[in-house]
C-alpha cells in the first residue's frame, strides 16, 4: 500500500502533515505500517520526530511517508 497522499515535489512533509494527509485519507497510520510490513510503533517514531530516518528501517519509513526527499526527487 502506498501512502494515501502524493509525494511532495521539493520540501518534505512535516510529521504533523504526514498525520494530516492520512487523517483526511481515512486510513490508519496503524494500517498502512501492517500493509507495508513496518512495525507500527516504528513508524509513529519516525512520524513523532524520535527516530530521524537517517538510515536503515527508518529511512526507508521517512522516504515512503514523503519527511525525507529521495535522491531522485532532489535531482529534478
Given at each position: 500500500?502506498?501512502?494515501?497522499?502524493?509525494?511532495?515535489?521539493?520540501?518534505?512533509?512535516?510529521?504533523?502533515?504526514?498525520?494530516?494527509?492520512?487523517?483526511?485519507?481515512?486510513?490508519?497510520?496503524?494500517?498502512?505500517?501492517?500493509?507495508?510490513?513496518?512495525?507500527?510503533?516504528?513508524?509513529?517514531?519516525?512520524?513523532?520526530g524520535?527516530?530521524?530516518?537517517?538510515?536503515?528501517?527508518?529511512h526507508?519509513?521517512?522516504?515512503?511517508l514523503?519527511?525525507?526527499?529521495?535522491?531522485?526527487?532532489?535531482?529534478?
Open positions: 500500500m502506498n501512502v494515501p497522499y502524493p509525494l511532495p515535489t521539493r520540501t518534505p512533509y512535516t510529521g504533523e502533515r504526514v498525520k494530516e494527509l492520512f487523517r483526511a485519507a481515512g486510513i490508519t497510520i496503524s494500517a498502512w505500517a501492517e500493509a507495508n510490513g513496518y512495525p507500527r510503533h516504528q513508524v509513529y517514531m519516525v512520524i513523532n524520535q527516530f530521524k530516518g537517517r538510515r536503515g528501517t527508518s526507508e519509513i521517512a522516504l515512503k514523503g519527511m525525507k526527499l529521495s535522491v531522485e526527487q532532489l535531482a529534478a
